[in-house]
């Protein structure tokens, strides 16, 4: 599991955490049952306080993405799809906003902003059928 | 606060004054460190962070008001007090012509605690050479070397003013390592000093910014970050003075956008602004360090604290 802690972006370091978690798990590269890193092995990895990512792991925890087997370690759930559609859509829309924040500095339209998502989906496509072509 | 700090404290400062000749270096600072806790000390350089360090340690006595660690005052008990404390000092003055290895059993010899595995093992990770002479250490090499000075007799607190100052990646790296896995063991503390703020806000559970001898705020990172909100804002008028927003910090920018620091909760800054006919194009949580530039150098730009 990597993970991209960035200090200086504002967002607390938790929810960084919770986020990328989150990201994982929807694109597939955690899958339920997956063990996370220890508390002390991802502060060590990242360099940031323990109880960041204890707090990160405890709230993932309560909304039952991640399940803690006393002394055995933390793991993805298995119950049911804890991220939902709706979740994944919160998820995007934050990042829909960057990107549409930054289109609109730059003096772009509604137009040519959908047409450059377009374009990235396009080769996000493309990228996808390499990828299953190449497998054994 | 987290829940390892528990209720009890490691340092309390209480109303400390400290005048050299003229100036006001501690003009009435209060701080409480709780245990197992990492706590963070920021602010200018000449803030008077060093001078409130030299209290702790017992370096310096107080004027007035009062100092105690470990509920001992570090002027009266240095043996008690020094013997629980791990100390790097900005300058690591560690004598220059002793090699490696004699200022490890020099330091040693000071500390029933010493556990030499563990000072090896650190010399190992920091590859340290033990027949090299301190005056021919690098700044990195002898920040390490400082280091495991301090932390091989696993002292329940550690103190480190600006363990990072002037350091290379590598050997930042390794400080922060060293903080990390330091309050990792249970019921450790760590106080630093820094002006490297995302240092602070990687590894800090409790921060407390100085600013001309007085503590500005003490509270937890988190609840820093809860109460300050960053907007970025577009306005119809092309020229005029800054925004006004209730609980504005400080506002930069120019024309129709402006990016403005507040203290207040983020959607009803956002609220806020919108009634009063901005455009929010941006709103989030600002970082540390743009928080201790509105608040105590609005002048600066960006990047240039220290």
Redesign the interface.
Same mark, same amino acid.
């Given at each position: 599991m990597k993970l991209h802690i960035n200090p200086k972006e504002g967002k607390p370091i938790y929810r960084q955490i919770m986020d990328q978690v989150k990201y994982l798990i929807a694109s597939g590269r955690l899958s339920p049952g997956d063990e996370l890193p220890t508390v002390r092995g991802l502060a060590q990895d990242l360099l940031i306080n323990p109880n960041t990512v204890a707090r990160a792991y405890r709230e993932l925890e309560q909304a039952g993405i991640l399940v803690t087997r006393q002394g055995a370690g933390t793991y993805v759930s298995t119950q049911g799809t804890p991220l939902s559609r709706e979740a994944c859509g919160r998820l995007l829309l934050e990042r829909a906003r960057a990107f549409a924040a930054e289109a609109w500095h730059l003096g772009y339209s509604l137009e040519d902003t959908i047409a450059l998502l377009r374009e990235a989906h396009e080769e996000q496509h493309e990228i996808s059928n390499d990828h299953k072509e190449n497998l054994p | 606060m +987290?829940? *390892?700090a528990g209720l009890e404290s490691v340092i309390e400062v209480r109303d400390l004054v400290r005048k050299f000749r003229r100036k006001q270096a501690l003009a009435g600072v209060d701080i409480t460190v709780p245990r197992g806790?990492?706590y963070g000390l920021v602010g200018e350089n000449g803030a008077g962070k060093t001078t409130l360090l030299k209290h702790i340690l017992g370096s310096l006595r107080a004027q007035s008001g009062s100092v105690r660690v470990f509920g001992m005052d570090p002027v009266k008990e240095p043996v008690a007090v020094l013997s629980q404390l791990g100390y790097l000092s900005e300058d690591r003055d560690i004598p220059g012509w002793m090699r490696v290895g004699e200022a490890i059993g020099y330091t040693q010899a000071f500390y029933p605690g010493w556990d030499e595995a563990y000072a090896e093992s650190l010399r190992e990770r920091f590859e340290l050479d033990e027949r090299a002479k301190i005056k021919t250490l690098s700044r990195g090499e002898k920040a390490k070397c400082g280091l495991l000075l301090a932390l091989a007799y696993r002292p329940p607190l550690l103190v480190l003013d600006e363990p990072s100052s002037g350091l290379d990646p590598s050997a930042r790296?390794d400080i922060?390592?060293a903080i990390? @896995?330091t309050? *990792?063991d249970e019921g450790r503390t760590v106080l630093f000093s820094s002006h490297l703020l995302?240092?602070v806000? @990687?590894? *800090? #559970?409790v921060v407390a910014m100085i600013h001309r001898g007085k503590v500005v705020f003490e509270e937890s990172? #988190?609840s820093i970050?809860a109460r300050h909100g @960053?907007l970025?804002v577009s306005r119809e008028e092309e020229d005029g003075p800054a925004p006004e927003l209730p609980g504005l910090l400080h506002a930069s920018g120019g024309g129709r956008?402006w990016t403005l620091v507040c203290e207040g909760e983020l959607d009803a800054l956002r609220t806020e602004a919108t009634a009063r006919g901005l455009l929010v194009?941006?709103a #989030? +949580?600002?970082?540390?360090?743009?928080v201790f530039l509105a608040r105590v150098a609005p002048g600066k730009r960006k990047g240039t604290v220290s």
């Open positions: - | +987290t829940e *390892a806790v990492v790296h922060l390592e990390v @896995r309050v *990792a995302d240092e806000e @990687r590894v *800090a #559970d990172l #988190d970050k @960053r970025l956008e194009l941006e #989030d +949580t600002p970082s540390l360090e743009d």
